[in-house]
């Protein structure tokens, strides 16, 4: 596990989107589950804004991480957040974006998903492989859509199983923790002071971060990168990296 802290979400998105750039020109061909959330948000306008004639973008397959259970066009929708941020301002084809429907029944898209992973990508430890998954984390520890209350589903059989969020009941299609630590790397971007807490005791491997999925992510290649700011970092004490 490399840290890697910075002073503001602007300069995580900068360092994030190097090292991606880093990342496809070392390979012919990129598969990368995308996350939601505030801060990869950040990172697609830096990306769409910095990065737009400096990524081969038609080497690059996205996938998501996980989904709502809305349609492509409801502001709910990770995939819309994409396409506003950065699919929309690259030049990318289309056949290279793999979204979850999440118009679909979930537990169907779930099925149907998990077997678009094992058609499109490499299979490797007899698993679908990604180059790399981004993943956020929530406040209270959660990551893609596995929460600590059901944090059983990191552990299913499944590519892919159905979450449902626990205070509004929103139903959603996520990775399950096969898939995200088969990966050849894993990044976690993280900001904002109400992150710290649950940075901490994941970080000291304290006795409760064996509640928060977030702890669970640990690929099997040992690649993984936690891109933090100085406010999610608050509680640790390390070094910049």
Same mark, same amino acid.
């Given at each position: 596990m490399e840290l890697k802290i910075y002073n503001s979400k602007e300069a995580v998105a900068q360092s994030f989107s190097e090292y991606l750039a880093q990342l496809v020109q070392a390979n012919k061909t990129t598969h990368i589950a995308l996350s939601g959330g505030s801060t990869?948000?950040?990172?697609?306008d830096y990306l769409s804004k910095n990065y737009r004639d400096k990524i081969d973008w038609s080497t690059v397959h996205f996938y998501w991480g996980d989904e709502r259970c809305v349609p492509p066009s409801d502001d709910e929708s990770n995939y819309k957040m994409t396409v506003e941020h950065l699919l929309s301002k690259i030049n990318i084809p289309n056949t290279n974006v793999h979204r979850v429907k999440g118009e679909d029944v979930p537990e169907d898209e779930a099925i149907v998903y998990g077997q *678009?992973?094992?058609?499109? /990508?490499? +299979?490797?430890?007899? *698993?679908?492989?990604?180059? /790399?998954? +981004?993943?956020?984390?929530?406040d209270d520890g959660h990551t893609a859509s596995i929460f600590p209350y059901n944090i059983h589903l990191w552990h299913s059989e499944n590519n892919c199983e159905v979450a449902i969020h626990p205070d509004s009941g929103q139903r959603r299609v996520t990775l399950t923790g096969q898939v995200i630590n088969n990966a050849k790397e894993v990044a976690f971007l993280v900001t904002g002071d109400s992150k710290s807490e649950k940075v901490r005791e994941i970080m000291n491997k304290e006795e409760t971060a064996s509640l928060y999925p977030a702890s669970l992510v640990a690929p099997t290649s040992g690649i993984l990168y936690w891109f933090l700011d100085t406010s999610a970092a608050k509680e640790i004490t390390l070094e910049q990296s």
């Amino acid at each position: 596990m490399e840290l890697k802290i910075y002073n503001s979400k602007e300069a995580v998105a900068q360092s994030f989107s190097e090292y991606l750039a880093q990342l496809v020109q070392a390979n012919k061909t990129t598969h990368i589950a995308l996350s939601g959330g505030s801060t990869p948000k950040v990172v697609f306008d830096y990306l769409s804004k910095n990065y737009r004639d400096k990524i081969d973008w038609s080497t690059v397959h996205f996938y998501w991480g996980d989904e709502r259970c809305v349609p492509p066009s409801d502001d709910e929708s990770n995939y819309k957040m994409t396409v506003e941020h950065l699919l929309s301002k690259i030049n990318i084809p289309n056949t290279n974006v793999h979204r979850v429907k999440g118009e679909d029944v979930p537990e169907d898209e779930a099925i149907v998903y998990g077997q *678009l992973l094992e058609e499109k /990508l490499p +299979i490797n430890n007899t *698993l679908p492989q990604f180059d /790399l998954v +981004i993943l956020g984390m929530g406040d209270d520890g959660h990551t893609a859509s596995i929460f600590p209350y059901n944090i059983h589903l990191w552990h299913s059989e499944n590519n892919c199983e159905v979450a449902i969020h626990p205070d509004s009941g929103q139903r959603r299609v996520t990775l399950t923790g096969q898939v995200i630590n088969n990966a050849k790397e894993v990044a976690f971007l993280v900001t904002g002071d109400s992150k710290s807490e649950k940075v901490r005791e994941i970080m000291n491997k304290e006795e409760t971060a064996s509640l928060y999925p977030a702890s669970l992510v640990a690929p099997t290649s040992g690649i993984l990168y936690w891109f933090l700011d100085t406010s999610a970092a608050k509680e640790i004490t390390l070094e910049q990296s």
